[in-house]
């Protein structure tokens, strides 16, 4: 996943800080932004994941830490919802301003709530989804312990949440009371999908009942099953990524890969890897593709590796030539399948090949015929596949030609 370090100012003149996630060729389709949990910061893993998977979708998504956390400026504990919400404000004006007004607000937990509460702030904003977010915001308080009775007492107290110390005032409670969620629901007018887990021991699932049925049509519900609220499993947060993908693609404007007419011209393919890792995110004419390395050589086997991936075009070459050729002869060719496999042997083991020095690579080919052929033209279509463009490529001198970027 590509990105690039971002700062703006809030509307207090404070500096927040962000990162923009872009898609592999750095041209989303539609930019969304991403309120992260209480007390949490724009680097929780389950927030990278989710956006790692919304940017293989072509999507440019902005995670900044809200005031007071993270990298940001402020005192945290000078702040509020309301803030939060704030916040989200000015880093819509400022992707509107620098880059491209947000189509997707997406809001985690008490960022959830936020996100609702900023939409109708957002012209540009033509889908909202929350995960594990609350109905009820005063019910935030019974997991603060003895502290909220402290507040009342002294009008401050610290608290210990995810291995940190934060002071909270008497204002955060007062500014939850006056959020109306609601409200919120009933005049939000965009389309709503309502992400929670039934084992979520934080926010209860019936917060997103409550949200799910106050909420107007169009909406959407998807559960999380055995998801914990941080979504600390990596599967878990790259699920959600890839659901709110196919979700939100529908409302963007414009449609993903509709609004861009193909250049055969320029068939330019984009790899990227990362610090870690053989993972790599790849972008072909659109289409988001990872290759990996298996698990016993180092990688993570997420992804084919670039030998499967160069055996796959073949295979892919093979087929579709034989479906081209059928078609123009007419011939009842029902299907083909096309099974390969990748190897490397010596080279004095190849009783065509000419050179019998080394290693050479082989790739074995079996084509299946399916369709009321007969012996003639499973005899033709048999020669047709060596005559498949990347066949013949791989049998050709190739000249590779590379340079470094400036």
Not at 55 to 68: H, I, K, M, P, Y
Not at 215 to 223: C, E, I, M, T
Not at 239 to 266: C, F, I, N, T
Request: hydrophobic share 40%; net charge neutral; aromatic share 6%.
């Amino acid at each position: 996943m590509q990105f690039q370090k971002v700062a703006f100012k809030n509307a207090e003149g404070r500096m927040l800080s962000g990162r923009l996630d872009l898609p592999v060729d750095e041209m989303p389709d539609a930019y969304a932004i991403f309120a992260h949990c209480f007390t949490c910061t724009k680097n929780l893993n389950a927030v990278v994941n989710i956006n790692r998977a919304l940017a293989r979708e072509g999507f440019g998504v902005l995670r900044f830490d809200f005031t007071g956390l993270g990298e940001s400026e402020g005192e945290f504990a000078e702040t509020g919802f309301s803030n939060n919400v704030e916040d989200l404000v000015a880093a819509a004006r400022f992707l509107a301003s620098d880059f491209q007004a947000p189509q997707l607000l997406i809001g985690h937990s008490l960022g959830g709530a936020a996100v609702l509460q900023a939409a109708s702030r957002i012209p540009s904003v033509k889908a909202v989804a929350t995960i594990g977010a609350p109905f009820d915001l005063t019910d935030l308080s019974g997991h603060l312990g003895t502290a909220e009775e402290t507040i009342r007492e002294r009008g401050e107290a610290e608290v210990h949440l995810g291995g940190r110390s934060f002071t909270i005032k008497q204002h955060f409670f007062d500014d939850l009371r006056r959020a109306k969620i609601p409200q919120v629901l009933e005049n939000l007018e965009r389309p709503l999908l309502v992400l929670h887990s039934e084992a979520d021991n934080i926010v209860g699932i019936d917060h997103a009942v409550r949200l799910f049925q106050t909420a107007r049509f169009p909406k959407s519900f998807v559960s999380l099953d055995r998801a914990d609220h941080l979504l600390s499993q990596k599967a878990d947060s790259l699920y959600v990524g890839s659901v709110l993908a196919s979700w939100a693609r529908r409302y963007m404007d414009p449609p993903r890969k509709e609004s861009r007419s193909r250049d055969l011209k320029d068939n330019r393919i984009v790899a990227r890897i990362g610090r870690r890792g053989y993972q790599t995110e790849i972008l072909a004419n659109g289409h988001s593709l990872v290759a990996d390395e298996p698990i016993a050589v180092g990688g993570a086997d997420t992804g084919p590796s670039p030998y499967d991936f160069l055996v796959a075009a073949l295979g892919a070459c093979t087929a579709m030539t034989l479906r081209m050729y059928a078609d123009r002869k007419d011939w009842p060719l029902g299907s083909a399948v096309v099974r390969l496999k990748h190897r490397k042997i010596h080279a004095k083991d190849c009783k065509e090949c000419e050179s019998k020095d080394g290693m050479m690579d082989q790739i074995e080919r079996e084509i299946e015929l399916e369709g009321p052929l007969d012996e003639n033209q499973r005899s033709r279509l048999l020669e047709i596949a060596d005559r498949c463009p990347v066949h013949r490529t791989l049998h050709s001198p190739i000249a590779v030609k590379t340079r470094l970027k400036d």
